[in-house]
């Protein structure tokens, strides 16, 4: 190792791995969108550094063995396209840190805001007490609601096992344990009769033709997270089906469907989905009200829901 390689910095780092990242064309969607950001979620993610972190912090040389690592993991994320948050184990969401590995999909999903703001003004919040997250994946939307909403209990169900002990650990980290159930359940199968104040799901919900055409680094994340049928819609379709059944009367289902929402409204044209706008980007999450699902009719499907968040 050179003179130079052993006195850079985190920041001389970031600035060659995002040169290096912008010349050999990676996707960027697992929380950045950009080489720049990309290069900062690398470095300072694997040194452990806040990206806020004071300049003395990211200017005082690594020890060669702190460089060495980096290095590595630069290479990784190039020749391998792994998604950052798989290298450094962590990803962000609604503000919080979240463990991850490649046994649930990244959280990225705008769902995020509406924790933040705790579902205003589609709720008052002051009356939730029972939530259902489907496609539990990390625990993100389930830990997040958590800490959203401290009087609430929240089931989080998943069919993965791998998701669910992923869940429990974050659940764990953010000291909402005892709140935060976790379910081994195809989507409703499992979960005991209750009535929720509001049902949360970001389900799989790319088609076989789109998944199919989806950069490398989504090759990394559990397949069954992603794909949902020939249209999206699989396991949408069976979440509106019972949904109304699992609701309170004042209760809400607030869903992602991304891609899939143009499909969506085209197999339910009569359907009154509420589509939100949201200030950080993001797009195809609708809502609907308990009395409006018990006025549509929403025939479900068979497939499976999977680790999502």
């Known amino acids: 190792m050179s003179g130079w390689e052993r006195t850079q910095t985190p920041r001389e780092l970031v600035l060659s791995a995002e040169q290096r990242f912008e010349k050999a064309r990676l996707h960027y969607g697992h929380g950045t969108d950009n080489a720049r950001d990309e ?110 909403f401290p009087g609430a209990g ?15 650990r974050n659940a764990r980290q953010h000291r909402v344990a005892r709140r935060v159930r976790c379910i081994l359940s195809d989507v409703y199968e499992a979960v005991p009769a209750a009535a929720y104040d509001l049902i949360v799901a970001n389900p799989p919900y790319v088609s076989a033709a789109e998944y199919r055409a989806l950069p490398q680094e989504y090759r990394h994340e559990p397949r069954a997270g992603l794909e949902a049928g020939p249209d999206g819609l699989a396991v949408v379709a069976r979440i509106l089906a019972g949904a109304a059944r699992r609701l309170n009367p004042r209760g809400m289902l607030v869903m992602e469907v991304g891609s899939s929402a143009e499909a969506l409204v085209e197999r339910y044209p009569q359907s009154p989905f509420t589509w939100l706008e949201f200030e950080r980007g993001g797009e195809g999450v609708f809502v609907l009200s308990k009395e409006e699902l018990k006025a ?3 025939s479900g499907q068979s497939a499976k829901a999977s680790a999502v968040e």
């Open 296 to 298: 549509c009719k929403f």
């Open 154 to 168: 929240v089931d989080a169900v998943d069919i993965s096992r791998g998701a669910l002990e992923i869940t429990r």
């Open 39 to 148: 290069a900062v979620y690398l470095v300072l993610g694997a040194l452990g550094i806040p990206f806020r972190a004071r300049s003395g912090r990211i200017d005082r040389p690594l020890s060669g063995r702190e460089h060495r690592r980096i290095l590595g993991l630069i290479e990784r994320r190039i020749d391998e396209r792994i998604p950052v948050a798989y290298l450094v184990n962590r990803a962000w969401f609604a503000g919080l840190p979240f463990y991850v590995d490649e046994r649930v999909l990244v959280p990225r999903s705008p769902i995020a805001e509406l924790i933040e703001d705790r579902f205003r003004p589609w709720i008052d919040p002051g009356r939730v007490r029972r939530i259902l997250d489907i496609g539990a994946g990390c625990g993100a939307i389930a830990v997040g609601c958590a800490v959203a």
